[in-house]
C-alpha cells in the first residue's frame, strides 16, 4: 500500500525558505494528485496546493500562498517537494503530504505522519 | 473563495449518542464534500467522500448527507474512540477546510 513520509529542516529562519520532500513508496507518484497541507499549532487545516504527475504535470496553488509557493516533482525519485518563500513565523506547522484518492473523487485519501516545521531566528 | 462553515465548535457527548455536525459552503459545492477524523498528534483521517460515501474500513455508525451548500456528518452512536476533532472539506473549486468541530466527553 502507498505510504508518505515528509522530511526536511525542522527549523527555518524568517525571511529564507523552507523546503520539504514528500517520498512515497508503495505506489508510483505518476498519474496521481499529491497535495501539501499544513496545520499550525492548535488550528485547523489549510490546503497549499497540488501537483498532478504525468507527462504534462502541473500544479494548483491556495491563492493566499500562491505567491510564495511551489510544488514540484522527482519522478526518478518518486518524491515530490514543497518550496515556500520568505516564511514568517505564521508559517510555523506541521506539513503533511498527502495523496488524492485516484478514481472517482478526488478527497485527500493517504497522509504522511506530518513533519513539524518552526519559524524562528 | 468558497468559505466553509462547521458548527458547532465544540461538541459534549456521551458515549451512545447520536451526534451531528453541520457544514456549510458559502456557495454550492454539489457534492464534492468530504469529511475528517482527527486525533491530537495524528494525521487526519478520511471519513466520508462525496458527500455521503462511507470510505473503506470506516465504520457504519458514521454517515454523511447534503448537496449544494448544507452538509451534515451524523455519528449514530457515539463510541469512546470516536472523539476527536472533526473537519469538513470541499473540493470543488480549490480545495477549503472547515474550522473544525471538537467532540469531547460530556
Known amino acids: 500500500q502507498v505510504q508518505l513520509q515528509e522530511s526536511g529542516p525542522g527549523l527555518v529562519k524568517p525571511s529564507e525558505t523552507l523546503s520539504l520532500t514528500c517520498t512515497v513508496s508503495?505506489?508510483?507518484?505518476?498519474?496521481?494528485?499529491w497535495s501539501w497541507i499544513r496545520q499550525a499549532p492548535g488550528k485547523g487545516l489549510e490546503w497549499i496546493g497540488y501537483?498532478?504527475?504525468?507527462?504534462?504535470?502541473?500544479?494548483i496553488y491556495n491563492p493566499s500562498l500562491k505567491s510564495r509557493v511551489t510544488i514540484t516533482e522527482d519522478t526518478s525519485k518518486n518524491q515530490f517537494s514543497l518550496r515556500l518563500t520568505s516564511v514568517t513565523a505564521a508559517d510555523t506547522a506541521v506539513y503533511y503530504c498527502?495523496?488524492?484518492?485516484?478514481?472517482?473523487?478526488?478527497?485527500?485519501?493517504?497522509w504522511g505522519q506530518g513533519t513539524m516545521v518552526t519559524v524562528s531566528s | 473563495d468558497i468559505q466553509m462553515t462547521q458548527s458547532p465548535s465544540t461538541l459534549s457527548a456521551s458515549v451512545g449518542d447520536r451526534v451531528t455536525i453541520t457544514c456549510r459552503a458559502s456557495?454550492?459545492?454539489?457534492?464534492?464534500l468530504a469529511w475528517y477524523q482527527q486525533k491530537p498528534g495524528k494525521a487526519p483521517k478520511l471519513l466520508i467522500y462525496?458527500?455521503?460515501k462511507l470510505e473503506s474500513g470506516v465504520p457504519s455508525r458514521f454517515s454523511g448527507s447534503g448537496s449544494g451548500t448544507e452538509f451534515t456528518l451524523t455519528i449514530s452512536s457515539l463510541q469512546p474512540d470516536d472523539f476527536a476533532t472533526y473537519y469538513c472539506?470541499?473540493?470543488?473549486?480549490?480545495?477549503?477546510f472547515g474550522q473544525g468541530t471538537k467532540v469531547d466527553i460530556k
Open positions: 498527502v495523496r488524492h484518492q485516484v478514481a472517482g473523487s478526488d478527497a485527500f485519501h493517504i
Open positions: 456557495q454550492s459545492i454539489g457534492n464534492w
Open positions: 472539506q470541499q473540493y470543488n473549486s480549490y480545495r477549503t
Open positions: 501537483i498532478y504527475s504525468s507527462e504534462t504535470s502541473y500544479t
Open positions: 508503495g505506489g508510483s507518484i505518476r498519474s496521481s494528485y
Open positions: 462525496k458527500a455521503s
